[in-house]
């Protein structure tokens, strides 16, 4: 699959527990604003660490174990591989102005690390349309001539990515309004990333 193992869904969740997390990350005050390699700002807060009580009981039903099985069975089907049970959570904000440049969020195995070698991305935006921009791109390379596909991120959409050595990918300047997105990540039993 070019340029590295993805898939789309139209529909992520259902529409009422899309339309409630949109509601509580437009209120929240958990956002933390990080920084990239270029000092440029994003914002993200890890879920995972006791915040999703914080979302309203139909959004907390997405953080569930069962919703996690019923997401990660198409993703091993795709993938053709076993992923563990457990997963994390993050959300993400990008404002106007907001980028994120080529990457790949691969970084050599170690008794160290046990970060992600999956992700699935579920975008939470009302209303957005392409002038906005902030769309998601797959690329051959960190270069932006090589972009291969843009994802618009179209509120419930969902985005599954094997990650690797390959697995280049970027956001496109956001021009006005706000970026939301949940982020899955998921470990492969082996622990070992995709690069096919």
Same mark, same amino acid.
């Given at each position: 699959m070019d340029p590295f193992r993805h898939l789309t869904v139209e529909e992520a969740l259902r529409p009422e527990a !899309?339309? !409630?997390i949109l509601e509580w990350l437009e209120s929240t005050d958990q956002f933390?604003?990080? #920084? @990239? +390699?270029?000092?440029?700002p994003y /914002?993200?807060? &890890?879920? *995972? $660490? %006791?915040?999703?009580a914080a979302a309203p009981p139909i959004a907390r039903e997405v953080f569930d174990l069962a919703y996690i099985d019923e997401l990660r069975r198409p993703l091993e089907e795709l993938f053709q591989t076993r992923l563990r049970a457990r997963c994390s959570f993050i959300a993400t904000r990008y404002l106007p102005g907001c980028l994120a440049v !080529?990457?790949? @969020?691969?970084?050599?195995? +170690?008794?160290?690390? @046990?970060?992600? *070698? #999956?992700?699935?991305?579920?975008?939470? &935006? !009302?209303?957005?349309?392409?002038?906005y921009g902030g769309e998601l791109t797959l690329q051959r390379s960190s270069k932006p001539e090589d972009v291969v596909k843009k994802i618009a991120?179209? #509120? &419930?959409?969902?985005? %599954?990515?094997?990650? %690797? $050595? $390959? +697995? /280049? #990918?970027a956001v496109n300047k956001v021009e006005d309004g706000t970026r939301y997105g949940i982020q899955f990540g998921f470990v492969a039993e082996s622990g070992w990333y995709q690069d096919g």
């Open positions: !899309a339309n !409630a933390e604003t990080r #920084h @990239d +390699s270029a000092n440029r /914002y993200q807060f &890890n879920i *995972t $660490r %006791g915040k999703a !080529a990457h790949r @969020d691969y970084l050599p195995r +170690s008794p160290e690390r @046990d970060g992600p *070698t #999956h992700f699935f991305i579920i975008y939470i &935006n !009302a209303g957005w349309c392409p002038k991120p179209l #509120h &419930n959409a969902g985005l %599954g990515m094997a990650l %690797g $050595r $390959r +697995s /280049y #990918h």
